[in-house]
Nanobody, 121 residues
Framework: VQLVESGGGLVQPGDSLRLSCAAS????????MGWFRQAPGKERDIVAS????????DYADSVKGRFTISRDIAKNTVYLQMSRLKPDDTAVYYC???????????????WGQGTQVTVSS
């Protein structure tokens, strides 16, 4: 299974941005999918997870109320809607899928290639 992200870019503080991650296989059915991010010199941290079948969600405290994760099962796609972006949100964002747990574990089964999000004035 390949996970392909899109939607990153350069935005200003306070702007919104939506990331997408599409899975390559039509029969893809993980337990959960999620988004991680990694800023320069920092560890990769979980941002948000979604249970693939029932849609339950989980968020890092730093993004609660600003980011929303969702999925479209028919399109095998997970989204991350980011609003009120801050410079601290600048990072490479990675999509991930986990065949075992929800929320997504720190060692998921599949990773995307990453997409850069830069928040700067």
């Amino acid at each position: 299974v390949q996970l392909v992200e899109s939607g990153g870019g350069l935005v200003q503080p306070g702007d919104s941005l939506r990331l997408s991650c599409a899975a390559s296989e039509r029969t893809f059915s993980p337990v959960s999918m999620g988004w991680f991010r990694q800023a320069p010199g920092k560890e990769r941290d979980i941002v948000a997870s979604i249970h693939w079948s029932d849609g339950d969600t989980d968020y890092a405290d730093s993004v609660k109320g600003r980011f929303t994760i969702s999925r479209d099962i028919a399109k095998n796609t997970v989204y991350l809607q980011m609003s009120r972006l801050k410079p601290d949100d600048t990072a490479v964002y990675y999509c991930a899928a986990d065949d075992i747990t929800f929320p997504v574990s720190l060692s998921p089964d599949y990773w995307g290639q990453g997409t850069q999000v830069t928040v700067s004035s």
